[in-house]
């Protein structure tokens, strides 16, 4: 069975662009979550799709975006970007809703660099 | 004060050592309790899904709940250079209105 796919995996970007991530989920999975991963804060959670409606979501900027699909996949759009926006952005989906009796399983990432 | 707490190590050990892995929380309404094991450039990969408190024990790994002391553990037997990882815990509450809380992880190194 394939795993969380996410594209592209580098991206580098200048500050005030925006990006578009991709998250392909595991087959079946109904949900999909994105969390922002730096040294320096960890894993943090962006938000939580099921059923392409957003079930719960981080303290993060407006600037920050998702969506889900009628086929489980992801897109999360970052806009405006800024320096500090640089980081591990991972993906995770599961069968039921975030984490609770329903594990994560994650993507190797879209590291995104802003210059 | 987080929610999550884990030493970020690094923890260096020798080949063949037992390995143990802690973090403490403070909300009592956590319930499900993980472990990741994260390589360089890798996305978090799941070890252990353990529901309440006790153990439960796979292959090389043990993971154990202690609900009483808001404490958990992941042990490994017979450390593997293999081994060397960043290992993240993570938990959550009884229904989907919880989100997972991240520990900050604790990079392993074991030593051939």
């Known amino acids: 069975k394939a795993g969380v796919t996410q594209t592209p995996r580098y991206l580098i970007k200048t500050r005030g662009q925006q990006v578009t991530l991709s998250c392909s989920p595991i087959?079946?999975?109904?949900?999909v979550s994105w969390y922002q991963q730096t040294p320096g804060q960890g894993l943090q959670f962006l938000f939580e799709y099921f059923s392409e409606t957003q079930r719960n979501k981080g303290n993060f900027p407006g600037r920050f975006s998702g969506r889900q699909f009628s086929n489980s996949r992801s897109e999360m759009n970052v806009s405006t970007l800024e320096l500090g926006d640089s980081a591990l952005y991972l993906c995770?989906?599961?069968?039921?809703?975030?984490?609770?009796?329903?594990?994560?399983?994650f993507g190797n990432g879209t590291r995104l660099t802003v210059t | 004060q987080k929610e999550v707490e884990q030493d970020p190590g690094p923890l260096s050990v020798p080949e063949g050592a037992i390995v143990s892995l802690n973090c403490t929380y403070s909300?009592?309404?956590?319930?499900?309790f993980m472990w990741y094991r994260q390589y360089s450039r890798k996305g978090p990969e799941l070890l252990m899904y353990t529901y309440s408190s006790g153990n439960k024990e796979d292959g090389r790994f043990t993971a154990q709940v202690d609900k009483s002391s808001k404490y958990i553990s992941l042990f490994i037997r017979d450390s593997q250079p293999s081994d060397s990882a960043t290992y993240l815990c993570a938990m959550t509450g009884m229904d989907s209105s919880y989100k997972l809380i991240f520990g900050s992880g604790t990079r392993l190194l074991v030593r051939p």
């Open positions: 909300n009592s309404a956590f319930q499900y």
């Open positions: 087959s079946g999975h109904r949900s």
């Open positions: 995770a989906s599961s069968l039921g809703e975030t984490g609770y009796n329903s594990p994560l399983h």
